[in-house]
């Protein structure tokens, strides 16, 4: 519990710095010059050199632990908003954010795997996730506010620069207070302990699936779909006249979807039931959100921010606890990288297409298709009713 404890304070520092970002970044891209159509690239290029990083994050997570890769992430993505505060043009930008992309692949399979580690049940599995969920969205409440706050009161280019230092202070106290606890590859410094490792319900396991467990290859179009989503959303949310009208403002839009996210996340009782439920509820409501933003229905935009917020935390810990739950604890690296792999691809697809095509039709619209052709692939049964059978301890 004390490594987990570590893990959620540090990702609590990680996430604050890295969601200050999201308010910020489309301004300083249209500041030096960039058209929408640009930004909506810059944001999927980001998403797209996850890639690399989170096939390479699958393997080496098992195989060497999650510690090594979360410091790494979060060093070198200090050391590159260091170089970010110092850009003079567009491209020099989408480069920087490009190489930020690969970097920051390895800290979610890291973290993830780590924590599904740390539980030696399905409920204690669940209980991590939703904690990480709460560190995640509690970071994200204040953050995008305070970066455009620090921003109005001290430019971009400080903004930036303490940001990556805030980061290469985390990523570097991380390396002496976190405690890894997954097994080391021999002949590279022993064994450290195992916690919880866990493995998965013999019924569970499917040959259709990437790790032989009990999700099959189609499931990861759910994460893809969520994560296009949310990516539309980020990238149209500071385009709002609204929004460009204060730098303030376009933050406290941000921070009301992570207030919705806190609280459904706030409601424990929710782990007791079946991933794949929450999962499926948590989509579906997301895409009436969506939906309802695409035809202007009559209701305030912070309202249904917040309803996006509220699905949003009630889909993405189920996601986590329902992979972690029939997966073999020595593939929980592996895992979450494919997941990792959908949900960046995902983050690619959704500003692009927003970007190209917001002239002609609603981004939100797109993100509703697109979530309600990821529904499809939660089919009962296929899941094994997924996540309801515990796995068990070796």
């Not at 200050?20 to 960039?34: H, K, N, V």
């Not at 890639?51 to 994050?57: K, T």
């Not at 459904?264 to 929450?278: D, G, I």
């Not at 989509?283 to 509220?310: D, E, Q, R």
Request: glycine content about 10%; some cysteine.
């Amino acid at each position: 519990m004390k490594t987990a404890i570590w893990l959620y304070l540090f990702m609590f520092v990680a996430f604050f710095d890295l969601h200050a970002q999201y308010p910020i970044l489309t301004p300083f891209a249209i500041s030096l010059g960039a058209a929408p159509t640009f930004i909506g690239w810059m944001m999927g290029m980001y998403s797209l050199t996850h890639l690399p990083g989170n096939l390479l994050a699958g393997y080496w997570v098992d195989r060497y632990g999650s510690k090594l890769f979360i410091c790494f992430s979060l060093l070198f993505a200090g050391v590159l908003l260091l170089f970010q505060s110092q850009v003079e043009g567009p491209w020099q930008l989408l480069l920087i954010r490009s190489i930020s992309g690969f970097v920051l692949a390895f800290l979610s399979p890291a973290c993830l795997a780590m924590l599904a580690k740390l539980g030696s049940n399905r409920t204690q599995q669940g209980k991590l996730m939703a904690g990480n969920g709460l560190v995640h969205t509690l970071a994200s409440v204040v953050s995008p506010a305070a970066g455009a706050l620090l921003v109005a009161k001290v430019g971009f280019t400080t903004a930036f620069g303490l940001l990556g230092l805030a980061l290469v202070t985390i990523g570097a106290c991380a390396f002496f207070f976190i405690r890894d606890t997954t097994p080391v590859a021999a002949g590279h410094g022993g064994v450290v302990p195992v916690v919880g490792h866990l493995k998965p319900n013999a019924a569970l396991r499917r040959p259709d699936s990437p790790d032989g467990g009990g999700i099959p290859w189609l499931f990861y179009g759910v994460p893809l779909g969520l994560a296009c989503s949310q990516g539309i959303l980020y990238f149209e949310l500071p385009l709002m006249k609204s929004s460009q009208q204060s730098l303030l403002t376009s933050g406290l839009l941000f921070s009301i979807v992570s207030i919705g996210a806190l609280c459904t996340l706030s409601l424990l009782f929710l782990q007791k039931y079946s991933p794949f439920a929450r999962t499926a509820v948590g989509a579906f409501a997301l895409a009436l959100a969506f939906f309802g933003l695409a035809v202007g229905w009559p209701v305030p935009l912070t309202f249904s921010l917040f309803l996006i917020g509220m699905a949003k935390g009630i889909v993405f810990p189920a996601m986590a606890t329902l992979l972690a739950s029939v997966s073999s604890a020595s593939r929980y690296g592996r895992v979450f990288s494919f997941m990792a792999i959908s949900s960046s691809l995902g983050a690619f697809i959704g500003p692009v297409l927003a970007g190209q095509l917001r002239h002609a039709i609603s981004p939100y619209f797109i993100a509703f298709v697109i979530l309600m052709l990821a529904l499809t692939l939660l089919v009962p049964g296929k899941i094994g009713t997924a996540g309801d059978a515990p796995p068990v301890a070796d």
